[in-house]
């Protein structure tokens, strides 16, 4: 019988805490202005979107934030994810790469973004707020976010990229399932909605676009706050539980990574992943991080480092990242997650700093790279996770070429079983 490696956790070692890499960066991180003002924005301009507790961990340095214990509470439904190593993948590529993916894909919803939606509405509820409004892309955010809202009593609302809304029912129907509101974007419901449909009555849509509506309709409607499930600080400290168990669950096998790689839209995933990792590359370890994204929206690859909003219409604070500008409008890709203008601030800092790498992918190379591995690691992924899988393969390939023996690490961020329409 051929050896599975499959690193689990006890319960009792869960993260107890969020990771904030910002107390231990040796740079300061630009920051956000005022739309109106372009000056620094206060914590009193954002309480219109966001609640005090959301602002509150957006701003803090502290090195560690307790998670509390109500989230916990969740996350031991399906927290900690397995380590896998994916043993035959490396025999089909025939690589002396040691290859392994944790895996995200058990959440209840199939996603890594269930980590932050959890957080973020515990803290809207805590703070007396009644509705979330939020974008999404291909649907997972808007499925965790309602799954979350379910726990924590609140109500829903998502707006959904059109192009995805078409391509995707069944996210459509699990966020229903769990009593989220969704409407394709543009819509009809907001002023900059009837805008873009009034320019194009068969616009595609686009995340930009998606967030523009549902911060208006916050705006527009008593008792609601904007969740976000990518790009903000809050949302990616939220995603530091995964490289923490990531890096217990190496040490447990005593395996040291020389590549950590995810998949880029807005960089909650990747980051979640390569942030515990970042203090042993600034004492001298020698680690690679590899962001990977399509080459339709290269948003690290051949986007500007400058401010720009996280939205199409400037609702948003500006923001210092890699952009491809505000109004672009990305191909229709099926990795509808991937497919941002803007990117995290603290990933695109990272990025300009030289502590990280980007990579772009065609799709065609990607959903090879997926196919594959349904095929001899038995697990269909996220056509987004699929590019991380696209890019460790890629690794795997140079690493034979070379005769490095590289351990690689990637985070297969979500299933695919909702996306078949896609490998259609």
Known sequence: MKERIIVTMPKKEMIKEWYNVKADLPFALDPPLNPQTK???????????????????????????????????????????????????????????????????????????????????????????????TETGAGQWGSALSYAGTKFGLKVKVFMVRISYNQKPMRKYMMQLFDGSVQESPSQSTKCGQEYLKEDPKHPGSLGIAISEAIETVLNEGNSRYSLGSVLDHVLLHQTVIGQELKKQLSMIGEIPTILIGCHGGGSNFGGTILPFIPEKLDGQEIRFIACEPESCPTLTKGEYRYDFGDSSGFTPLLMMYTLGKDFVPPKIHAGGLRYHGSAPIIAKLLKEGLIEADSFSQEETFKAAKVFSKVEGIIPAPESAHAIAGAIREAIKAKSEGRREVIVFNLSGHGLLDLSAYA
């Open 39 to 133: 000056e620094v924005i206060t914590p009193e301009a954002l309480s219109a979107i966001f609640c005090p507790s959301i602002i509150e961990q957006e701003v803090t340095t502290e090195r560690y934030v307790k998670i509390p214990e109500d989230v916990l509470d969740e996350y031991v439904v399906f927290r900690p994810t397995p380590l896998i190593r994916a043993s035959f993948l490396e025999e089909y590529l025939e690589t002396p790469a040691r290859i392994y993916y944790k895996y995200e894909g058990v959440s209840p919803t199939g996603s890594h973004k269930t980590n932050t939606a959890l957080a973020q509405a515990y803290f809207n509820a805590r703070d007396g707020i009644k509705q979330l409004v």
